[in-house]
């Protein structure tokens, strides 16, 4: 008995912690270095055309550009957001977030209702006359269902008078109740990154092929399509699912990616040692792909006016970090040939 008390005690001091994945780096794009300490934010509109602004704070801005951010039919709240919401208004942008489901509507409405929000934000906002848009600086994102929606809205832009989306990016778009429609109207200006992921359904992964072809009229140089890798070494595993955009901080808000999702997750092989675990709702799938990918797609659309070979050719941005044991993340595939 004496044996087995010390053989176990053997087993359990050479027991490794399970390593961790990466932490938010200090800089750089996707970085905590913030040129704004808060954020605030208003509210304006009514049932499917109501919406909400977010702006940078601490200092407050006196002329920024804007996000068109598009949620998925499942997280209608900008609470699922709010880490990205934050980061890109610490970054200096204003971030709209429309509730564009709103009540017993019509899916085939939602488009128009997103377009509505959205001119009806411009008026608001020049009428508040705190900070001056420049419409010039506008970029679309959507996830899931609300990806559809975004390449929808920037093809129609010009139709409905918008201005120009220069900055497009859906994110693991699905199907749902929406169907692509005629790309064509998007910008050649555009630039268009594409995130998709290896555990998106069969169709949802043929959909984002779908977009990048269906743009044709962004040139070659100005589209990517992004490929995530999950990565199960470490604790809490790093998934490439449907849900790995949501980055809510309110527990709330945690429980239902967790619910969601596989709840427990085979991370390692040796079932006695370490069976299950559980994903984070932030990680870094948050700070490595979806807001360093926004930060870089942004800088080289408004801030250098290059197309987009530096981010398909940068061994950094395909770079995922390490986790705590020095072994690597699986690399980001970026491509313009998927």
């Known amino acids: ?193 594409i995130i998709s992921g290896d555990r998106a359904a069969p169709p949802n992964a043929q959909l984002a092929h779908d977009i990048f072809y269906t743009a044709d009229r962004v040139k070659i140089n100005n589209k990517a399509l992004v490929y995530v890798l999950s990565d199960y070494y470490g604790q809490p595993p790093l998934m490439a699912d449907q849900l790995s955009p949501l980055s809510p901080e309110k527990p709330n808000y945690e429980k239902f990616l967790v619910a969601n999702r596989n709840t427990f997750i085979k991370a390692y092989k040796d079932e006695f040692s370490a069976p299950y675990t559980q994903g984070k709702p932030i990680d870094a799938y948050d700070w490595k792909v979806t807001y360093r990918l926004f930060d870089v797609l942004t800088d080289l659309t408004f801030n250098h006016n290059t197309d987009l070979a530096h981010l398909k050719k940068s061994k950094d941005l395909k770079n995922m970090g390490y986790w705590s044991d020095g072994k690597k993340l699986k690399n980001l595939i970026i491509t313009d040939r998927p």
Request: glycine fraction near 8%.
């Open 1 to 193: 008995m004496l044996l087995i008390y010390l053989a176990a005690a053997v087993v359990f001091a050479y027991a490794k912690e399970p390593a961790r994945g990466p932490v938010q780096s200090a800089d750089g794009p996707g970085g905590s270095f913030y040129a704004h300490e808060s954020i605030t934010h208003w509210e304006s509109g009514k049932n499917h055309e109501r919406y909400q602004v977010f702006e940078p704070a601490s200092p407050s801005v006196k002329k920024a550009g804007f996000v068109l951010m598009i949620h998925d039919r499942m997280t209608p709240d900008p609470e699922f957001y709010l880490g990205q919401i934050r980061h890109l208004c610490r970054k200096g942008w204003i971030v709209l977030f429309p509730f564009y489901q709103g009540t017993n509507q019509f899916e085939r409405h939602y488009m128009f209702n997103v377009i509505r929000s959205t001119k009806d934000f411009m008026l608001k906002i020049f009428a508040r006359g705190k900070i001056e848009l420049d419409t010039s600086k506008f970029a679309i994102t959507g996830v899931g269902c609300g990806a559809v929606l975004a390449v929808n809205t920037a093809a129609c832009a010009d139709y409905f008078g918008l201005p120009k989306p220069l900055a497009i990016m859906p994110v693991m778009p699905e199907h749902g109740f929406f169907k692509l429609l005629d790309l064509t109207g998007i910008s050649r200006e555009s630039r268009l990154l």
